[in-house]
């Protein structure tokens, strides 16, 4: 049901898909689960003020879990560690050549559209 909230076309259709969602979920009797969905929808509609070639990348995590599975793939290897240092270690070389690869300097989101999107909306002063 959450996936479907998601797969809308628009902020406006994910709204009225998470309103019937919601209304589910309360037939079901799981008003703990409504409200937490009804208290975090509109945090998780935000990718819809961003351009619309950057919804999948926005609402997706793939760039990260493709990281931790590499991760749980090294330290699969390993087995056991003598201490928490040296998994920290290989954590970290692993992070470093990764970030150094060309997977790791692949864009994956065009930010001129953003900058664009930022020129075109009127510039708010901080209120401080």
């Known amino acids: 049901m959450l996936k479907a909230i998601h797969a809308q076309e628009n902020a406006a259709a994910a709204r009225q898909k998470a309103?019937?969602?919601?209304?589910?979920?309360?037939?079901?009797?799981?008003?703990?689960?409504?409200?937490?969905?009804?208290?975090?929808?509109?945090?998780?509609?935000?990718?819809?003020h961003f351009p619309a070639e950057h919804h999948i990348h926005l609402r997706t995590n793939n760039p990260l879990e493709r990281i931790m599975r590499e991760i749980r793939r090294r330290n699969r290897v390993a087995g056991c560690f003598p201490d928490g240092n040296s998994a920290l270690m290989l954590v970290c070389a692993r992070l470093r050549h990764s970030s150094f690869t060309?997977?790791?300097?692949?864009?994956?989101m065009d930010m001129s559209r953003l900058r664009e999107a930022d020129l075109?909306?009127?510039?708010?002063?901080?209120?401080f």
């Open 120 to 127: 075109a909306q009127p510039q708010e002063q901080a209120p």
């Open 102 to 108: 060309k997977w790791g300097t692949r864009r994956r």
């Open 19 to 48: 309103q019937a969602v919601i209304a589910r979920i309360r037939e079901m009797k799981l008003t703990r689960a409504a409200e937490v969905i009804e208290s975090g929808i509109e945090e998780t509609l935000r990718y819809h």
